[in-house]
């Protein structure tokens, strides 16, 4: 998508994902080895009765999505980042996951008229429909081959 097609209001949805075990177990061993991320055996005892996603492989999830479903071909550069990211419920092997990405705001940056700011809430559910993820963030689109729009004037 573009940036000019996003408007407020908006839901883009995207997926399922599926997560598999293995790609649970290689993120948690690679980034977040903690031992609910990484031991099946001893995260069956734990709080959540099994092994649970990181939180940040699940925003990577989203990422996933969100690029497939709006970001891919658009104007899209970078973010600064995030306002909250929140984890309600867990994630588990098996689950498949669906991304559900509201726009709040697109609109160009006053300091910068070929600066894009787009800032959307991205929820991922599972497949009972709990919410896993629910994040604010901005994405920043570079704007320099469109055209500016024309000053309004008021009589």
């Given at each position: 998508m573009k940036f000019a097609d996003f408007h407020a209001g908006q839901v883009i949805e995207a997926g399922p994902y599926e997560v598999s075990?293995?790609?649970?177990?290689?993120?948690?061993?690679?980034?977040?080895?903690?031992?609910?991320?990484?031991?099946?055996?001893?995260?069956?005892?734990?709080?959540?009765?099994?092994?649970?996603?990181?939180g940040w492989h699940t925003c990577g999830i989203a990422m996933r999505l969100a690029t497939q479903a709006a970001l891919e071909g658009s104007e899209s550069f970078a973010s600064p980042g995030a306002s909250y990211v929140?984890?309600?419920?867990?994630?588990?092997?098996?689950?498949?996951?669906?991304?559900?990405?509201?726009v709040i705001e697109p609109r160009r940056a006053k300091s910068q008229a070929t600066l894009g700011l787009l800032r959307w809430r991205w929820q991922l559910f599972n497949q009972h429909g709990a919410e896993v993820l629910d994040l604010e963030v901005t994405s920043l689109f570079d704007l320099t081959d469109l055209p500016r729009a024309a000053p309004t004037t008021t009589s």
């Open positions: 075990e293995e790609e649970l177990l290689r993120f948690a061993n690679a980034f977040d080895p903690q031992w609910f991320h990484t031991d099946k055996a001893r995260a069956a005892h734990g709080r959540f009765q099994g092994l649970i996603a990181s929140k984890w309600p419920h867990p994630v588990r092997p098996g689950d498949r996951l669906t991304l559900r990405a509201t």
